[in-house]
């Protein structure tokens, strides 16, 4: 499985930011993807996941009510729209897939992984 993201970029506090995974290859063995994201200094951290029919979703508290993970099956594509950012999220951004939904919080579960965007937010 290849993940592909995009939609990182500079933005202001308060700003909005779409961010795209677009998977390819075998992902028939998908069962979930999730959106992760690392800031400097810190651990890879679980920000949002979805199963891959869509519909599961699941958020980390820090972006409740400001996030929504959505996917377009046609396109194989997950979606995460970041509204209210912080300078806080200011961090990479890496999608991944997970074989089993019940492991889409667990880091070391994880498969295959993206490149990563880099989303920053000034203040």
């Known amino acids: 499985v290849q993940l592909v993201e995009s939609g990182g970029g500079l933005v202001q506090a308060g700003g909005s930011l779409r961010l795209s995974c677009e998977a390819s290859?075998?992902?028939?063995?998908?069962?979930?993807v999730g959106w992760f994201r690392q800031a400097p200094g810190n651990q890879r951290k679980f920000v949002a996941g979805?199963?891959?029919?869509?519909?599961?979703?699941i958020y980390a508290g820090s972006v409740e009510g400001r996030g929504t993970i959505s996917r377009d099956n046609a396109k194989n594509t997950v979606y995460l729209q970041m509204n209210s950012l912080k300078p806080e999220d200011t961090a990479v951004y890496y999608c991944?897939?997970?074989?089993?939904?019940?492991?889409?919080?667990?880091?070391?579960?994880?498969?295959?992984w993206g490149q990563g965007t880099q989303v920053t937010v000034s203040s």
């Open positions: 991944a897939a997970v074989p089993e939904w019940r492991y889409v919080k667990v880091l070391s579960k994880y498969k295959f």
């Open positions: 979805i199963s891959w029919s869509g519909a599961l979703t």
């Open positions: 290859g075998r992902t028939d063995s998908v069962d979930a």
